[in-house]
């Protein structure tokens, strides 16, 4: 409890100097550093506190909670960075995030799980990673065909924005059909019951307070993000794809990987898968949409770097993860894709 109260504490600290940094016109770098690690911290308190709401309904509910409220920050920034016609780092956040929780945490998780098993494989339940796999082709069918129409200037290329809401309805009703069936099932094992750490009413409180202070410090980050990406000669796309994408997970990141390492290899991959489905069915078709309210709406046309980059992400998990194990090799192979892509976006 003394450690809980800690780290509210100083995320509140680190939340109200992001504040005096940003008003005060401090230095670019300094006002982003402190929002970065801020963002970290909300987003722990966001996942801490809706794990404690969720022991209420069970593991599936607490599953979607952490991955749909954890992605608060994810969300903030993007809205913010469409408002402020940064289309580039909303995009490429937005892609961050996924290729972050894909390749990456994945392949570190993965690592971590190999070294906790006896016989150095990884094992865990098909089920997910095959539904989540399925929802991330969903979601790369609909960027390469439309990327294919831009690129060969046919007919429907013209029509980009309507084919985007059209495809951003369409992946959120399959998001739905899943969500509903995976809700109901038994797939995810139950979590082992302990004594509250904190009440119910904190829980809440913490959850309305951090969700608030989300908004508050994604608006202070985008806008020192530029400008310190300038200073420090980092391009836009590399900023979106590396930087935010890892720091709005951080802690779905970590917990992936701690998990990992504790030999919860099952809830290790629930949570980061979920946050892959989430990202990809749900939080980046639904900013689509929203997007229309700004000058500068998103769109599922993408750089054909990164529809391939999807494509050949979505084949790699279907490969890696949908037979319900696997090795410190293949780990190491996500964590390579991700490396190359990551180089090939800082030199664009």
């Known amino acids: 409890m003394r450690r809980t109260l800690v780290l509210v504490a100083a995320t509140a600290v680190l939340t109200a100097a992001t504040a005096v940094a940003h008003y005060a016109g401090a230095p670019s ?103 989540n796999a399925i929802l991330m082709l969903l979601a790369s069918f609909l960027i390469v065909i439309l990327g294919i129409s831009v690129a060969s200037g046919d007919k429907a290329s013209s029509h980009v924005e309507a084919i985007s809401i059209v495809g951003a309805l369409a992946l959120l009703l399959t998001y739905g059909v899943w969500l509903a069936d995976y809700l109901r099932s038994d797939a995810l094992q139950e979590l082992p019951r302990s004594e509250p750490r904190i009440s119910m009413r904190l829980a809440v409180a913490l959850l309305a307070l951090s969700g608030v202070g989300a908004a508050f410090v994604s608006d202070w980050f985008v806008t020192a993000l530029t400008p310190a990406m300038d200073r420090l000669g980092v391009p836009k796309a590399f900023a979106g794809l590396v930087i935010v994408g890892i720091a709005g997970n951080a802690v779905e990141n970590t917990t992936g990987i701690v998990l990992a390492l504790k030999g919860q290899a099952d809830l290790s991959i629930s949570v980061i898968k979920n946050s892959v489905a989430q990202i990809t069915a749900f939080l980046f078709p639904a900013l689509v949409l929203v997007s229309f309210m700004f000058e500068t709406p998103l769109t599922f046309a993408l750089a054909p770097v990164y529809i391939g980059a999807l494509l050949l992400t979505a084949i790699a998990l279907w490969q890696i993860t949908s037979d319900g194990e696997a090795t410190r090799f293949e780990g190491v192979a996500l964590i390579a894709l991700y490396v190359i892509l990551a180089v090939l976006t800082f030199f664009e």
């Open 29 to 131: 770098l300094l006002t982003f550093g402190l929002a970065t690690v801020a963002l970290a911290g909300l987003a722990w308190i966001v996942s801490f506190s809706t794990e404690r709401v969720g022991e209420s309904f069970g593991p599936a509910v607490t599953g979607v909670l952490q991955s749909t409220l954890g992605n608060l920050p994810e969300f903030f920034i993007v809205i913010f960075a469409l408002s402020a016609g940064e289309i580039v780092v909303a995009r490429t956040s937005i892609l961050g995030s996924i290729f972050a929780n894909a390749l990456l945490v994945l392949g570190l998780a993965i690592l971590a799980g190999c070294h906790e098993s006896g016989d150095s494989v990884m094992r865990f339940h098909t089920r997910l990673p095959k539904d």
